[in-house]
């Protein structure tokens, strides 16, 4: 009886430690099939250009999902002369990275009208298909902007300071449409670089923000010129980056709004500055303004 | 007196004593369990043996996956190039057959030996964790037709299928 117990005992216990193995490596697996599941990333702005054999992809890749993400390989397939590569490509991009990225594969043969096709592939094992940017002029989201900038009317911000020089604490900043005539108001903008070229603009002094009141006998506005904060203090302002992609901050001001008090006015954004090589300059309507 | 006493004893009827009885007795009966135990325990460990190489093949079933990274139907080649990537968690993923199909057809053709993407060939024959290879399936029964659907599927030596669809 000893001995058949034992035994038994024996026999149990090994299974058990045998199915404890398998129930982990299985619990594992699926850990894995859940992270592959969440991997998310977005590859958005597509953009071709061939030189010779070699097709320059240029592309923004977001990771819009929960886990880290490795890209080892990308394929281009052109679809006009039915050939296709791939190059290693050894990306790693953390949950909510944002990076613009330019791959070049060699395609022999490939013309610069021909039709591309792309998809990264994840270490995971997931495709990633390239969207490829509209041609001709970006169009910003709805209500947000014309041409190569993109105006986020839902980040607007103003500030109210006590005075506009340098050094000056702006406060915390205000949501909302209605600026008050009476005080020193710092306006913040959240401008995207959308150009087709990818080229960041540089803006210098001349840009500005103006308002104009309808109905006046003559022509005046009030402005508000561009300005620099750092650490969130009034600073004199030399120049402003704005980068393919990147959203960011810039400030106008801060200025008293007084010809346009007691109503409410257009904001245009005039910007101007340097892109590349050439001038850039674009006046943008924004938003609507109540002066109070 | 010995040779008379040598007599006496082996024919004497008398019984052995307790005490000897009892210790040949418990001998027996030890030597008789160990010997079975020793039995039980040989054919317990065929068994457990026998189960850990059941559950150590489907553990490692579990952990090979291959990811399809593009499937190329040549025209006019007719060859159809399959590359692949090893995104699972064991070493040693090689391939025994590959099947072509639709929802009415099916093929088993050859496939070329396994080569890394730039060309040159796997010495293994092999994928390990992270390694990207190809191969051409070539000499299928039937030329495909343009633009239909079709089915690839790789069955390794491990005995896990994956497939992926393709449009010739």
New interface residues.
């Given amino acids: 009886m000893l001995i058949i117990f034992m035994v038994s005992t024996n026999v149990l216990l090994w299974t058990f430690s045998q199915n404890a193995i398998y129930t982990q490596a299985a619990k594992d697996e699926n850990q894995k099939f859940a992270d592959r599941l969440n991997e998310n990333i977005v590859a958005l702005g597509g953009n071709y250009s061939v030189l010779g054999s070699e097709v320059t992809v240029k592309v923004i890749l977001r990771n819009a999902g929960s886990v880290a993400v490795q890209i080892i390989n990308l394929w281009v397939f052109d679809t006009t002369i039915q050939k296709y590569n791939n190059t290693v490509t050894p990306l790693n991009l953390n949950p909510g990275d944002n990076r613009p990225e330019s791959v070049v594969v060699t395609i022999p043969g490939a013309g610069q009208n021909d039709t591309f096709t792309s998809w990264f592939v994840t270490a995971r094992g997931n495709t990633v298909p390239l969207e490829k940017e509209q041609e001709g002029v970006i169009v910003a989201q709805l209500a947000q902007g014309i041409g190569s900038i993109s105006m986020d009317f839902r980040q607007f911000r103003y500030y109210e300071a006590p005075n506009d020089n340098d050094g000056t604490d702006i406060g915390s900043p205000h949501y909302g449409f209605t600026i008050d005539s009476t005080k020193y108001t710092l306006l913040g903008v959240m401008l995207t670089n959308l150009d087709s070229s990818r080229e960041a603009i540089n803006l210098t002094g001349d840009s500005y923000i103006w308002a104009v009141a309808r109905h006046v006998e003559t022509l005046k506005s009030d402005q508000w010129n561009i300005r620099k904060v750092q650490d969130n203090k009034l600073a004199s302002f030399d120049f402003q980056i704005l980068e393919y992609g990147k959203p960011t901050i810039v400030y106008f001001g801060a200025a008293e709004a007084s010809r346009s008090a007691g109503k409410v006015v257009p904001i245009n954004i005039l910007l101007f500055g340097r892109q590349g090589e050439s001038d850039y300059g674009q006046n943008l309507p924004f938003i609507a303004l109540r002066v109070t | 007196m010995l040779a008379r006493r040598i007599p006496r004893i082996i024919f004497d009827k008398r019984a052995v004593s307790n005490v000897i009885s009892a210790t040949i007795l418990t001998g027996v009966v030890i030597a008789l369990?160990l010997s079975?135990?020793t039995w039980?325990?040989g054919r317990?460990s065929v068994?457990?043996r026998e189960?850990?190489e059941t559950?150590d093949a489907?553990?490692a079933k579990?952990?090979e996956?291959?990811?399809f990274?593009?499937v190329?139907y040549g025209?006019p080649s007719h060859n159809i190039t399959v590359?692949l990537?090893n995104?699972g968690?064991i070493d040693n993923v090689e391939i025994k057959n590959v099947y072509v199909s639709n929802s009415t057809w099916l093929s088993n053709p050859s496939f070329s030996t396994l080569k890394f993407?730039n060309g040159t060939e796997i010495a293994d024959q092999d994928l390990d964790v992270?390694e990207?290879g190809y191969f051409v399936l070539s000499s299928l029964s039937t030329n495909l037709k343009t633009g239909a659907y079709y089915c690839v599927k790789v069955v390794t030596v491990r005995g896990v299928t994956f497939d992926s669809n393709f449009v010739a």
């Fill in positions: 369990s079975m135990f039980a325990q317990t068994y457990n189960y850990k559950v489907e553990t579990l952990k996956k291959l990811a990274e593009y190329f025209n590359y990537l995104c968690t993407l992270g990207e």
